[in-house]
C-alpha cells in the first residue's frame, strides 16, 4: 500500500465538569463530523477519544502531514464541538480556538499536532498517547526510555534490528530552533537539554539505520503562542512499534515509573503522570493528579483496528498506586516549591500585584 498519515490533532474547546472531562454530546459533535469526512473521501477513518478535557481527533489519510484540508476539517470540527459546548454552557467553551479564523494550518492556532507519514508494513502496530494536565516535555523522559534506555528497552542490546540505534529532534520552546541527536553516541548531550522539559521538548524520533519515522509529538505551547495562560498545552504523542522499533511492552514500561510533570493545578504545580484506563482519564484530585491514556492501534489499509486501552492492566495498578503516593506527598508540600513551579514559570501568577502593592515595604540592605 502507499504511504499512510496518522493525524492526531487535540483541542480543550470545553470541559465537563470544570476542566475535568468531556461531556459525550461533544465526541458525538465530532464523530458526526469526521465521518461525513470519511463518507466524502477526505479521511481513510478516524477515532475520537479524550483524554480529561481534551478532544482528540485521531485521523488516518493519504494527503501527508500538515495537509491544509486535514487541518481544516480538525479545525472544523473543534469549532463544531465549541458550539455545542456553549449550547450546554460547559466551562471554557472553546478555550483553546486562540484565533477566529482558520488560516492553513493549525499549529500555533491553539490545538496540539502530533503527525506521521510512512509507508506501513505488513502489519503496523502503533500506539497514540494522550495526555492531560501537563505539557508537551512530559514526553522526554519517556521517549527518551523507549529509544535511549537500555534498562527499559531490551531490544537496543540484543535486537540487531534496534541495535544502532534512534535521531532525536529536539525543539527549542522559547527560541523556536530545533537541533538532532544520534543515541548512543550523543546521549550525555542530550540529556543536558532534554533533562529540562519546560524549555526543550522531543519532537520526532528515527530510527537511525534508515531513518524510519519511529515517534512523534504535539510540541505547540499555548502559553508561548498566546504570551499568557490561556489554558494547557496537554500533549499527544504516537509511537509505532514492534519488527525494529521498540515492543509495545517496552514503549508501555516507559510509563511504568509515575515521573514528575508540570501542569497540574492552574497549570502551576509538578505532580507524577499517572498511567490509566480511558476510563479514569478524568482529572479530579486537585484538578489532577496529571493523566496519560495509551490508545493501541493497528494499521490495516489505513484503516484503524482499535482502540485498545493499553494501560487497562494490573501491571499498571502498581504505578497508580506509586502516582497516588507520590502526588499525596506533593500535595503536603502545599504553596512550595518544587510542588509549586518557580515564580516565573507558573500559568497563573499574583507576583506583580503584590510587588506593587508591597513596593514601599522592601528596604535594600546594600
Ligand atoms: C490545569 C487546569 C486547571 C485550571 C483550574 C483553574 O491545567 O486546567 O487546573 O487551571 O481549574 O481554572 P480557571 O482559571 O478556569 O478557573
Ligand atoms: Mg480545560
Ligand atoms: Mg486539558
Avoid at 131 to 152: E, H, Q, V
Amino acid at each position: 500500500m502507499s504511504k499512510v498519515t496518522i493525524s492526531v490533532i487535540k483541542a480543550d474547546v470545553g470541559g465537563y465538569v470544570g476542566h475535568s472531562s468531556m461531556h459525550p454530546e461533544l465526541i458525538q459533535k465530532a464523530e458526526e463530523q469526521l465521518s461525513k469526512a470519511r463518507d466524502q473521501g477526505k479521511l481513510l477513518d478516524f477515532r475520537v477519544m479524550h483524554c480529561g478535557d481534551d478532544l482528540e481527533l485521531i485521523m488516518t489519510h493519504e494527503r501527508g502531514v500538515e495537509n491544509k484540508d486535514v487541518h481544516k476539517l480538525a479545525w472544523d470540527t473543534f469549532v463544531g464541538a465549541t458550539e455545542v459546548a456553549k449550547n450546554l454552557k460547559l466551562y471554557g467553551a472553546g478555550q483553546d480556538l486562540l484565533s477566529d479564523a482558520f488560516s492553513g494550518n493549525v499549529k500555533g492556532m491553539g490545538p496540539g499536532v502530533a503527525e506521521m507519514e510512512f509507508t506501513p508494513r505488513k502489519s503496523e502496530p502503533i500506539v497514540v498517547f494522550m495526555a492531560d494536565k501537563t505539557s508537551p516535555g512530559a514526553w522526554n523522559l519517556p521517549f527518551y526510555r523507549m529509544f535511549a534506555d537500555p534498562f527499559n528497552t531490551a531490544g537496543l542490546v540484543i535486537d540487531p534490528a534496534l541495535h544502532e540505534g534512534f535521531k532525536f529532534r529536539i525543539l527549542d520552546l522559547k527560541e523556536n530552533k530545533a537541533v538532532m541527536f544520534r543515541c548512543p553516541e550523543d546521549l550525555y548531550d542530550m540529556l543536558v537539554f532534554i533533562g529540562s522539559p519546560s524549555r526543550y521538548a522531543v519532537m520526532a524520533v528515527y530510527r537511525k539505520k534508515d531513518d524510519e519515522i519511529a515517534g512523534v509529538a504535539s510540541v505547540q505551547r499555548l502559553g508561548y503562542l498566546a504570551g499568557r495562560y490561556i489554558g494547557k498545552d496537554d500533549p499527544v504523542m504516537i509511537v509505532r512499534s514492534q519488527s525494529g522499533f521498540p515492543a509495545i511492552g517496552e514503549i508501555l514500561e516507559a510509563f511504568a515509573f509515575p515521573h514528575l510533570v508540570e501542569g497540574w493545578m492552574r497549570g502551576s504545580h509538578i505532580g507524577p503522570l499517572m498511567p490509566v484506563g480511558f476510563q479514569d482519564a478524568h482529572p479530579t484530585r486537585f484538578d489532577g493528579p496529571p493523566r496519560v491514556i495509551a490508545a493501541g492501534f493497528q494499521i490495516n489499509d489505513g484503516k484503524l483496528v482499535g482502540p485498545r486501552d493499553m494501560f487497562a492492566d494490573v501491571s499498571f495498578d502498581e504505578a497508580r498506586r506509586q502516582a497516588n503516593f507520590i502526588a499525596e506527598y506533593m500535595r503536603r508540600i502545599g504553596p512550595f516549591e518544587p510542588h509549586r513551579l518557580p515564580l516565573d514559570e507558573m500559568e497563573y501568577t499574583t507576583l506583580p500585584q503584590v510587588m506593587e502593592k508591597l513596593a514601599g515595604r522592601f528596604e535594600s540592605l546594600g
